[in-house]
């Protein structure tokens, strides 16, 4: 079965990349981040006071799957965790200078990412400077079949190219998130200048 899941992973993904027009930004082989120029679907307040509208400009993160180190059969220990980290931290600084030098990038007002994770990502995600928004809670009819079906994607992702992230995880127990931060606490933390 794990040899029909990666197939079918490593024929849509690419596709899926196309049609949401994200793209690698660097050639650094430690990078594990890729971006998308979009659009903000709706309005919000950041933590830092940030207005974002529905149609602000803004830069989606989206990871890099084949390039997240893979995991001890054990699942993630001290080890794996201390170089995933560093090797995020260092795609955010890359991220930056690319938005300090693309001038379709320097219109944006946020960041946002947005994926289906466990409890334990999400004091990572509000360690490195990010809102995090719980989407599935209160969801209801396409919206909610829709968290759903992404939320079994990143479960196909995951069992394609880290299936130790999945020890003792069950589809169920993923939830869907988005992250945002301001385009200027982003730059701010992570930007040259």
Do not use: K
């Not at 082989?29 to 890729?34: D, F, I, N, T």
């Amino acid at each position: 079965m794990q040899p029909i899941i990666q197939a079918f992973v490593h024929q849509l993904d690419p596709v899926l990349r196309r049609v949401h027009r994200v793209w690698e930004f660097t050639e650094d082989p430690q990078c594990v981040l890729r971006v998308a120029l979009s659009f903000s679907n709706q309005d919000l307040q950041l933590s830092d006071g940030t207005q974002i509208r529905r149609g602000d400009r803004i830069v989606e993160l989206h990871l890099w799957n084949e390039r997240i180190p893979r995991m001890p059969p054990e699942g993630p220990d001290l080890a794996w965790s201390l170089q995933f980290y560093r090797r995020l931290l260092a795609s955010l600084r890359l991220v930056a200078r690319w938005m300090e030098h693309h001038p379709e990038a320097g219109q944006a007002r946020a960041l946002r990412g947005e994926t289906s994770m466990v409890d334990p990502a999400r004091g990572l995600i509000q360690a490195l400077g990010f809102d995090l928004i719980l989407l599935e809670r209160g969801a209801r009819g396409w919206r909610r079949l829709r968290y759903q079906m992404d939320d079994f994607y990143v479960w196909l992702l995951m069992r394609t190219y880290n299936p130790a992230s999945l020890r003792n995880r069950r589809l169920h127990q993923l939830e869907r998130v988005q992250f945002w931060i301001s385009r200027e606490a982003f730059l701010r933390r992570y930007g040259t200048s």
